[in-house]
C-alpha cells in the first residue's frame, strides 16, 4: 500500500482573515484531531517574536562590549541607547502580540525591521551624544524612519484580516507611526559637523509618545485589546534575555580577569560566584514575586502599566549587570595592587637591611623584575609606560651605598613628607615606578585610559593623574550600581503591587513589600558612602558584590516567607474552593427540592494564590 502525501499548505501572500492559530488543546477533540492529521503545516508566527528578541539582546550585548559605563558621558550615552533601543523593541512587539502572522509580506518586513536593528548595531560604536558624528546620527535618525514606516505598513495590512469595528483603531496607530516616521526624518537634516544638537533627545519622547497612543487606542476601540495576548511572556523573555547578557558579559570578562592558574583566588572565585548568585538571585524574585498572577491578565489598564514599568526595571537590570561586571575586574586590580605594593615594599625592606655593595642596583633589579613579571600578563600598549619606567629606575640608581645609613622609613615612604632633598627626590621616583606599573594593569583591565600625547602635558605626574582618575571612575561604578540595585527592588516591589491590585494581602505580605522597599532604599542610600573614608576601605575588599548579593538574598527569603507564613495560618491545609463547598449548609425554607443555599463568597489572599512548593 503506498505512503500517504505529505501535503504542507504554502505561505499566504498576506495571510488569512483570522487571528494567529492558537496552540493546540489537547483535551480538545478538534485540535487533536488537526494535530494528527497535521493539515496546516504553516510556521509559528511566534518564532519571528523570539528571532526579533535575540536580535534585540544580541544588538545589547554587542554595544555592552563597546560601550563599559566608566565615565559619566559614558553612562548617559549607555542609557540613552538602550532607551531608544527599548523603545523599538516594545513597539514592534505590541505589534506581534496581537496581529502578526507568517505570511510572505510579514517574512519581507521583518526582515527589513531586522536589518534595520542589525543597522542600530553598525552606529553604536560612534553613539556618544556628548561628541557627536553626524552621518553616525543622522544614519540612526534615518533607522528609527524605517522601522517606524515599517510599522505603519503592519498596521495597513492588518486592516485587510481584522473585523470592521477594529479597522479605525488599526488606522489610528499606523497614522502614529507614519507621523514618527516622518518626525524621525526631520530629526535627521539638524544634525551637523559644527556643533552638538540636542534633537536627539526627541528620539525618546517620539518614542514614548507612540507607546503610550499605541495603548490608548488598543483600549479605546474595540477588537485591539491586549487581553488574552502574550504581552507579560514577551516581556519576561525580554527580561530572561537581559539576564542572559549578562551571564555573557560575566563569562567574557572572566578570560581577563584569569590571565593564568594562579589567579585563580579563593576571593576571586567567591567574587566571581557572588555576581552569578545575583543575577540567579534577581530572576527568582522577579518570576516568584513580580510576575503577575494569572487573574492579572484580565486587567487591561494594570497590564499596561506593568508593562511599561519594565522600562525603569530593564535599565536598572542591565546597568547591575555592567557594574556587577565591573566590580569583578575591580577586585581583581586590587589583589594585583596589593601583590605589587608587597613585592615593591620586600624590596625596599632588603635595601634597608642591606649593608654591601651596590644596594640601589640590587634594589632596582628586584623591582625590575617584579615589574617584568607582571608585564608578561598585563602588558602595556603605550610606549611612554616603558620609557617611563627605565628613566625612573635609571634615576634610583642615583643614590650612593653610603646614603642608605639615613634611609627614610616605611612610613615616610608611604605618604611622609621629606626634609632631604635626596631622599625625597628618590622616594617619589619610587612612587612613581610602582604608579606606573599599577596604571598598566589598570590599562590591560579597559579600566583607565592615557591619550597618546597626553604624558607631554605632564611628563612627571600624568602616570598619577591617570590613577587617580581610574579611582573616581570606581566611584561612579560604585554610586550608579548601588542606586540602580535599590531601585531594582523597589521597581520589583512596584510590580508585584501592580500585578495584585485587586487582591486582599496578609499582613505578612504587607511586612515583605514594605521590608523590601526598604531595602531598596537602603542600598540607594549606601551609594552616599562614597564621601567618606570608610568607602575606601571597603572598596578595597572583595565584599561589594557579596554584600549586593546577601541584600536581595534576605528579599527572596522574605517573599517565600511570607507565602509559608500563610500556608502555616491556614491551618486546615484546604484550598479557598474547598473551604466554600463545605461551608454551604441546607436551606431550611426550601422544603421541595432540599435547594443548597448560595456559598459566601471568599477572596483569596495573594499566598492563597501563590503556595509554596511543598
Known sequence: ?????????????????????????????KDAAQDKTESNLVADPHNLMLLYDLFFAANLTAFSNIHE???????????GYFLVLWLLWLNVMLFDVRFVIDSVAERVLRAIQLGAMVGVSVVAPQYNPADQIRTTFQA????????????????????????????????????????????????????????NSRVFVAWYVIGFVETVVIFAVSFLFKGLSFRKSVLPERTKTATLLILGEGVIVVAEH???????????????????????????????????????AARFMSSEPWMYVWSLAHLPFHICLVLIMEGATQF????????????????????????????????????????????????????PDLYVTHYHKEELLREMLGIDDSHWETFPSLEELDGGILTDERWANFVD?????????????????????????????????????????????????????????????VVMSFLHIISRFDTRKTWMQRVTIGCNMTLGIGLM????????????????????????????????????????????????????????????????????????????????????QERPPV
Not at 150 to 170: K, W
Not at 254 to 280: D, E, F, R
Not at 575 to 580: K, L, R
Request: with cysteine; charged share 20%.
Open 69 to 79: 559605563t566608566t565615565t559619566g558621558g559614558r553612562l548617559v550615552a549607555y542609557v
Open 328 to 379: 569583578v575586574v575591580w577586585w581583581k586590580i586590587v589583589e594585583m595592587i596589593e601583590y605589587v605594593s608587597v613585592e615593591f615594599y620586600a624590596a625596599y625592606e632588603a635595601a634597608m637591611v642591606d649593608r654591601g655593595e651596590r644596594i640601589a642596583h640590587r634594589l632596582v633589579e628586584r623591582v625590575n623584575g617584579t615589574i617584568e613579571e607582571i608585564w608578561t600578563h598585563y602588558p
Open 140 to 195: 540612526f535618525s534615518v533607522i528609527l524612519m524605517v522601522t517606524r514606516l515599517v510599522l505603519a505598513v503592519q498596521y495597513g495590512l492588518a486592516t485587510l484580516r481584522q473585523p470592521r469595528e477594529a479597522r479605525t483603531g488599526l488606522f489610528v496607530m499606523s497614522g502614529a507611526h507614519f507621523v514618527a516616521a516622518m518626525v524621525y526624518l526631520g530629526i535627521t537634516f539638524r544634525f551637523t559637523d559644527s556643533k
Open 525 to 608: 542610600l549606601l551609594a552616599s558612602m562614597s564621601r567618606f573614608d570608610a568607602h575606601t576601605k571597603f572598596a578595597m575588599t572583595h565584599w561589594i558584590v557579596p554584600s549586593l548579593c546577601l541584600v536581595y538574598l534576605a528579599a527572596l527569603a522574605l517573599v517565600h516567607l511570607a507565602r509559608w507564613i500563610a500556608r502555616e495560618d491556614d491551618t486546615s491545609g484546604r484550598t479557598p474552593v474547598q473551604q466554600v463547598n463545605e461551608s454551604a449548609v441546607i436551606d431550611p425554607a426550601a422544603t421541595n427540592g432540599g435547594a443548597i443555599a448560595k456559598p459566601p463568597t471568599v477572596v483569596a489572599t495573594v499566598e492563597e
Open 254 to 292: 572572566v578570560s581577563t580577569v584569569v590571565k593564568n592558574a594562579n589567579s585563580w583566588t579563593p576571593n576571586t572565585v567567591g567574587v566571581l560566584a557572588a555576581t552569578v548568585a545575583l543575577i540567579y538571585i534577581i530572576f527568582q524574585i522577579y518570576f516568584d514575586w513580580a510576575w503577575p
Open 1 to 29: 500500500m503506498p505512503s500517504p502525501v505529505y501535503v504542507e499548505e504554502p505561505l499566504p501572500l498576506l495571510g488569512e482573515k483570522h487571528a494567529p492559530k492558537q496552540t493546540p488543546n489537547p483535551k480538545d477533540p
Open 429 to 489: 621616583r619610587f612612587r612613581a615606578v610602582k604608579v606606573t606599573v599599577l596604571n598598566s594593569i589598570l590599562k590591560s583591565f579597559n579600566i583607565e585610559e592615557i591619550e597618546d600625547d597626553g604624558w607631554r602635558d605632564h611628563p612627571s605626574t600624568y602616570q598619577q593623574h591617570a590613577y587617580e582618575d581610574a579611582a573616581n571612575r570606581f566611584n561612579l561604578v560604585y554610586i550608579y550600581v548601588f542606586c540602580l540595585a535599590g531601585a531594582g527592588l
